[in-house]
């Protein structure tokens, strides 16, 4: 089974912090991305990286960074946290992006940003 | 991606089948339904997908219509945990996934 892991369930942060959401991926996947969850808006994708160094924005990448180190492990920090970064934050991977090969979710981050 | 649309909601006796429709009528040749749940708190699951022909895993059978108009998910013997949001999609080439409203299963004793 595939396994993804995000390092944290819940998350409470100050605006203005710094903060680091964790994901790592145990099938060798190429891709890994980064969606938030929020009601009435659906998911929405922040950034996907398709190797290591190489990523991609999405539809909201504003005020967003990530970084690809190892294949393994994808990271999304804020900048400078505000509270309308307040949300469920979601991990997924999968073999290839442009193909009928389905993403695997974490369980997800929630996080408040007060 | 093409639109699809689910029932709002639905009930299901544990033990029974569930059967979850789905309408898609503006599919395109390329594109794959897919199947996902979100149980309450957690992450998306997938559950299965197909392009044309019927297809079963451990999870949930999915059977496409000739047309490739609808579909619907059956999940075989529904257990409690079964409950969950459930999201039928229509994706071709685009990486992005996107959740449509779903239909929440309630599964009850």
């Known amino acids: ?114 | 991606d093409a639109k699809t649309t689910q029932p709002t909601s639905m009930d299901c006796a544990e033990g029974r089948a569930a059967n979850l429709p789905c309408n898609h009528s503006t599919i395109s040749g390329n594109e794959y339904v897919y199947w996902y749940r979100q149980i309450h708190s957690q992450g998306p699951q997938y559950i299965i997908h197909g392009l044309k022909n019927n297809e079963t895993n451990e999870m949930a059978s999915l059977i496409i219509t000739e047309d490739r108009k609808s579909s619907t998910l059956i999940l075989p013997h529904a257990t409690l945990r079964d409950t969950a949001v459930y999201y039928c999609i229509v994706r071709g080439n685009d990486y992005k996934l996107s959740f449509g409203a779903g239909t929440t299963v309630t599964v009850r004793a």
């Not at chain 1, 991926?25 to 929020?38: I, K, L």
């Not at chain 1, 009601?39 to 922040?46: D, E, M």
């Not at chain 1, 946290?81 to 997924?92: D, E, H, K, P």
């Open chain 1, 1 to 114: 089974d595939v396994k993804v892991t995000q390092s944290s369930r819940y998350l409470v942060k100050r605006t203005g912090e710094k903060v680091f959401l964790e994901c790592v991926q145990d099938m060798d996947h190429e891709n890994m991305f980064w969606y938030r969850q929020d009601p009435g808006l659906g998911l929405r994708l922040i950034y996907f990286s398709y190797d290591v160094k190489m990523k991609e924005k999405g539809d909201i990448p504003e005020g967003y960074s990530v970084s690809r180190e190892k294949k393994e492990r994808f990271s999304l920090i804020l900048e400078s946290a505000s509270t309308n970064q307040t949300s469920m934050y979601l991990c997924a991977s999968s073999w290839t992006a442009y193909s009928n090969q389905p993403q695997h979710f974490g369980d997800g981050t929630r996080l408040s940003i007060l």
